[in-house]
């Protein structure tokens, strides 16, 4: 186990691992990304990337096959991307066209092609393609009253590269949680389910990243509890169901799938992180907990 202290001045808001596990981002309200090579036990700080004039939310890595790729947003209304060329680091897009705080940020499932996913507390989604010639082509959507917290790909799966059928889960400020697909004919995403259950925030939505035989999601919210959504293919509704009977110590802040899909990270307001498991008989079992 790896750790790193005093890797920024301020609260760090999020810490990503890239495709190969061996480099590390980490972002912070002192307005900075630090990227650190990762090897065994040791770790190196190789840059410290400046270009917001806010906190730094949430960074995110492409797939290698676009290159040494990160996107990073902020406080500040902006999404930056970053390259590594050479062993340098420089940002080479910004994507400034929301209004207020870009909450998330997360690139497509690579068989789309280089896109990216990025929430507004101006209660808009923007979906953002990036074409060969460097031109930005972004989608916008009005997804959320008051805010819009999170977002997340749905995996792709051999049908919905058939069909262009796109998916992402949204959660926002009006303690709802959506469902959006692509439309090819209109060329934007329409609103395909909204889902009740929340009685506050939605802080966090999480799609697992595996095909499994049915969709799960995961809403985590201000509400102090975490649900986790199911659909099989045949299905017409999302089933909804507690990830534990009774509320959490504090807020539900993060929600992270393993790349497996079947262990599920939940953090919180406790400053603690509970790892949890599907049971055969359907019910969610606690897995293991982290509370340093």
Request: hydrophobic letters at 35%; aromatic letters at 10%.
């Amino acid at each position: 186990m790896v750790t790193i202290g005093n890797a920024h001045d301020d609260l760090i808001h999020d810490a990503v691992l890239d495709y190969y596990g061996k480099r590390l981002a980490t972002c912070s309200s002192d307005k900075t990304i630090k990227i650190f090579e990762v090897e065994g036990e040791t770790h190196k700080l190789v840059d410290t990337l400046r270009g917001h004039d806010g906190p730094v939310w949430q960074v995110s890595w492409a797939h290698p096959k676009f290159g040494v790729i990160l996107a990073s947003c902020s406080y500040d209304g902006k999404v930056l991307i970053w390259k590594e060329e050479n062993g340098s680091w420089s940002s080479i897009a910004e994507h400034a066209i929301h209004q207020a705080s870009v909450n998330s940020v997360s690139w497509a499932p690579h068989e789309y092609g280089p896109i990216l996913l990025c929430s507004s507390s101006d209660g808009k989604i923007s979906v953002v393609e990036f074409k060969e010639n460097g031109t930005l082509t972004p989608i916008v959507i009005q997804a959320h009253a008051i805010g819009c917290n999170a977002a997340s790909w749905a995996p792709a799966s051999s049908v919905s590269l058939q069909q262009n059928e796109r998916r992402f889960v949204s959660g926002g400020c009006d303690n709802l949680v959506k469902i959006w697909k692509y439309d090819e004919l209109k060329n934007t995403y329409i609103e395909e389910y909204v889902l009740e259950a929340h009685s506050d925030w939605v802080r966090d939505v999480a799609w697992s990243p595996s095909l499994l035989t049915k969709s799960y999601i995961a809403s985590a919210s201000q509400d102090r509890t975490v649900y986790i959504w199911t659909k099989d293919d045949k299905a017409t509704t999302w089933e909804k169901k507690l990830l534990k009977d009774d509320k959490f110590p504090d807020v539900c802040w993060r929600a992270s799938w393993s790349l497996s899909g079947n262990i599920l990270a939940i953090s919180g307001g406790d400053n603690k992180v509970t790892l949890w498991k599907e049971s055969l008989q359907g019910k969610w079992e606690l897995a293991g907990e982290v509370d340093q």
